[in-house]
């Protein structure tokens, strides 16, 4: 039984920084596609930023050198380092999982979601 986690959401100001973690139980971070995605109220989610079993990553452009995706495979936890933060950045942010060789070739493949954790951004 696949499970993921996420921690790490809270308020921030504008340019600060922020950590989100996401816990995997049930199956091996390391040999599946892992990402992040988010959602703004009124708007669709985006994919955010994905990493490959052989560490590979893609991101959205819009956090193009201010995220970065990362993971854990002894502690099977995926990570997104947020730095610089906008305004454009306040959503609910979930963890996802591909489990079929190649998910992470687009944004749409993810087969397990967490429930998420929100990120907020102050003036």
């Known amino acids: 039984q696949g499970r993921l986690v996420e921690s790490g959401g809270g308020s921030v100001q504008v340019g600060g920084s922020l950590r989100l973690s996401c816990a995997a139980s049930?199956?091996?971070?390391?040999?599946?596609?892992m990402g992040w995605f988010r959602q703004a109220p009124g708007k669709e989610r985006e994919g955010v930023a994905v990493?490959?079993?052989?560490?590979?990553?893609t991101y959205v452009d819009s956090v193009k050198g201010r995220f970065t995706i990362s993971k854990d495979n002894a502690k099977n936890t995926l990570y997104l380092q947020m730095n610089r933060l906008k305004d454009e950045d306040a959503a609910m942010y979930y963890c996802?999982?591909?489990?079929?060789?190649?998910?992470?070739?687009?944004?749409?493949?993810?087969?397990?979601w967490g429930t998420g954790t929100l990120v907020t951004i102050s003036s």
């Open positions: 049930g199956y091996s971070a390391s040999r599946f596609c």
């Open positions: 996802a999982a591909g489990v079929e060789p190649g998910d992470c070739r687009g944004w749409d493949y993810m087969d397990y």
């Open positions: 990493i490959d079993s052989d560490g590979s990553t």
